[in-house]
């Protein structure tokens, strides 16, 4: 079991290129990283691309424009963003509060 509220959170500044921090509570073996984030206002996690894995990114809270593969894409709470192994994108808190999400990288 993983408990997010249990692990030690860290504050990752200009992720993968993006804007401002994201503060992260992240879980990784070798075969899937999972990991709980926050992004404040005006922070993003930069354009990177997914060669080896694919990406899924749920929101819990607030509001999410991403980019995938130059197409935007407006994601609430209850949905979520899918990159595919072979595919970039880029996401940024599009909101007034905190983005809150959900991540698996999986192999």
Same mark, same amino acid.
């Given at each position: 079991m993983l408990n997010f509220a249990q692990m030690k959170w860290m504050n990752i500044p200009h992720m993968n290129g993006g804007e401002g921090m994201v503060s992260a509570a992240p879980f990784a073996d070798e075969q899937v990283? %999972?990991?709980?984030g926050v992004l404040k206002k005006g922070c993003? $996690?930069?354009l990177h691309k997914h060669t080896d894995d694919?990406? %899924?990114v749920y929101v819990l809270k607030?509001?999410?424009?991403c980019l995938l593969d130059g197409a935007e894409? %407006? #994601?609430?709470?209850?949905?979520c963003h899918y990159c595919p192994k072979g595919s970039s994108h880029m $996401?940024? +808190?599009a909101g007034e509060e905190d983005l809150q #999400?959900? +991540?698996v990288v999986a192999k």
């Open positions: 990283k %999972i990991l709980r993003s $996690v930069g694919c990406e %899924i607030g509001t999410a424009r894409e %407006i #994601v609430g709470p209850g949905q $996401v940024e +808190n #999400v959900f +991540n």
